[in-house]
């Protein structure tokens, strides 16, 4: 220990040859570690879970995963999703095998909008216009149509952790037990960053007891009729998010507290069957093919009041946090991993710099 102090506190290994380490490997630390490759900085990712692999409880294996603007989220939270949205449209128009894909999205909302609303999201999508009455379902408020960017997981991990590899970064599958488990694997290293997900609600120096599971349910459904994104707005919660590289549509959702049933439930999946048949009947029937069908379940990592983005100095180490991003991950991922950049610029300036 007091060996471990003496190394963090006087870093002695030169400032090209610290690695920047990051713990958790979904699509935050991601994300963050190709930024950082990307910047010039050598990464180390330490994680149980990597890309490519299909545990329930890697979230990023497994989300919708859509871009919708979310809505009463403050403007710096806003900015994050605008600037994901910047990386994802770039990946969509210049590499195809990232799995990202531009899509039409028609949002049908309940009530009158309020004023911090989704429609913050017509200063950042594509062809946003306002729907006439008789383009949307009786009984909504309004609705709006828009490009949006759908991202695979299935194809969108495996690439991303090609990618980083490729830039040079380096994956270690490990669980840890706690932030210090790392600071004594890399005694060398001055910068932290903690992109565990629900693994922040049980790292024995963390433990954030605002962390929560949030079990998510849906279902793969099998067509080629699958380039809009349909998204009801409101107090229920249905979504068709497409997946035109799969061949198919991801039809939800649901969001169930502290369970982490691995089993899908089957209740649930025609309960999301029925909701996505009224939502856009279009393209899903009312009772589709069962060899059409399969499910998916993943562990959402949400945070009550919602994610950590924020530095800390401890010692000589600037450990960075970021996560708790629910049912959001892909939205705020690469405005995140931007964020990130900045934040271990100046921690590595202020190291060098003295
Ligand atoms: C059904 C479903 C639908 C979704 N739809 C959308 C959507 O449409 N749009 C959207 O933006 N988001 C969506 N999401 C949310 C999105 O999937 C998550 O917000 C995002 O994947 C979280 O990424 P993460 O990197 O924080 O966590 P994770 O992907 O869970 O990764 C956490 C990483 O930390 C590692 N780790 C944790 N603890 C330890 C430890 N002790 N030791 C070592 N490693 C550890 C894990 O092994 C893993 O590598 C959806 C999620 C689900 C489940």
């Keep these: 220990m007091g060996e471990l102090q003496h190394s963090a506190d006087t870093p002695n290994a030169p400032f090209a040859q610290r690695p920047i380490v990051i713990l958790g490997a979904g699509i935050i630390g991601c994300a963050t570690a190709r930024q950082l490759l990307l910047n010039g900085f050598p990464v180390i990712l330490v994680a149980e879970y990597l890309p490519g692999d299909q545990d329930y409880r890697y979230a990023s294996a497994w989300a919708g995963a859509a871009w919708h603007p979310a809505g009463g989220i403050s403007s710096e939270w806003r900015y994050l999703q605008a600037i994901s949205h910047r990386h994802l449209l770039k990946m969509a128009q210049e590499e195809p095998e990232s799995g990202v894909c531009i899509v039409d999205a028609l949002e049908y909302v309940e009530r009158p909008p309020s004023e911090n609303s989704s429609a913050w999201g017509k200063t950042v999508a594509a062809k946003w216009r306002d729907l006439q009455p008789s383009e949307y379902p009786s009984g909504f408020s309004c609705g709006w149509s828009y490009e949006t960017l759908v991202t695979d997981p299935t194809l969108h991990m495996p690439y991303l952790g090609k990618k980083i590899t490729a830039l040079g970064g380096q994956f270690i599958r490990k669980r840890v037990e706690s932030l210090e488990d790392l600071y004594r694997m890399f005694p060398e290293s001055s910068v932290f960053v903690n992109a565990s997900g629900i693994g922040s609600k049980t790292l024995k120096d963390v433990q954030d007891e605002k962390c929560f599971a949030e079990r998510g349910q849906n279902v793969f459904y099998k067509t080629d009729n699958c ?128």
């Excluded at 229920?236 to 049933?261: C, F, N």
């Design 227 to 354: 380039h809009t994104m349909y998204f009801r707005n409101g107090q229920e919660y249905t979504y068709v998010i497409p997946r035109p590289m799969s061949h198919g549509v991801v039809l939800g959702g649901v969001k169930q507290a502290d369970d982490l049933s691995p089993e899908p439930d089957m209740e649930i999946a025609r309960d999301e069957i029925a909701r996505a048949h009224r939502l856009a009947p279009e393209v899903v029937p009312e009772h589709p093919s069962e060899d059409a069908l399969s499910y998916i379940v993943g562990i959402r990592p949400s945070r009550q009041g919602g994610f950590r983005l924020d530095s800390e100095q401890q010692g000589s180490r600037i450990i960075l946090s970021a996560y708790g991003f629910g049912g959001g991950g892909y939205a705020f991922s690469y405005g995140v991993a931007d964020a990130l950049g900045k934040m271990v610029e100046k921690a590595e300036q202020e190291n060098v710099i003295q």
